[in-house]
């Protein structure tokens, strides 16, 4: 069993850069790839990051692609989300996850994930 809690969101004005933290319980973090989704009002749930449970390899939608970026701190059992450039249509409700996946490899779609955290609100006025 794992919990995450994220934290860090907030209000921020386009241009503006965030860090989101998600903290997870257990001993068995190292076991598991982390994605960040993030859910906007009426749309449904997107990636926005992924990342292998080594942390040497991340994957990025084209959305957030060099914008966005994902790291891990297996000690410390905390994935982070770093956001540069954050733009009003980055607003939503961000979740980190965690997938019991095979070393190197990482999982892409919503329903692939084992655990979900409670989500952090960024919101980005123009």
């Known amino acids: 069993q794992v919990q995450l809690v994220e934290s860090g969101g907030g209000l921020v004005q386009a241009g503006d850069s965030l860090r989101l933290s998600c903290a997870a319980s257990g001993r068995t973090f190292r076991s598991y790839c982390m994605d960040w989704f993030r859910q906007a009002p009426g749309k449904e749930r997107e990636l926005v990051a992924a990342i292998s449970r080594s942390g040497g390899n991340t994957y990025y939608p084209d959305s957030v692609k060099g914008r966005f970026t994902i790291s891990r701190d297996n000690a410390e059992n905390t994935v982070y989300l770093q956001m540069n450039g954050l733009k009003p249509e980055d607003t939503g409700v961000y979740y980190c996850?965690?997938?019991?996946?095979?070393?190197?490899?990482?999982?892409?779609?919503?329903?692939?994930?084992?655990?979900w955290g409670n989500g952090t609100l960024v919101t980005v006025s123009s």
């Open positions: 996850a965690a997938a019991a996946t095979a070393s190197g490899w990482y999982k892409i779609r919503p329903r692939d994930m084992d655990y």
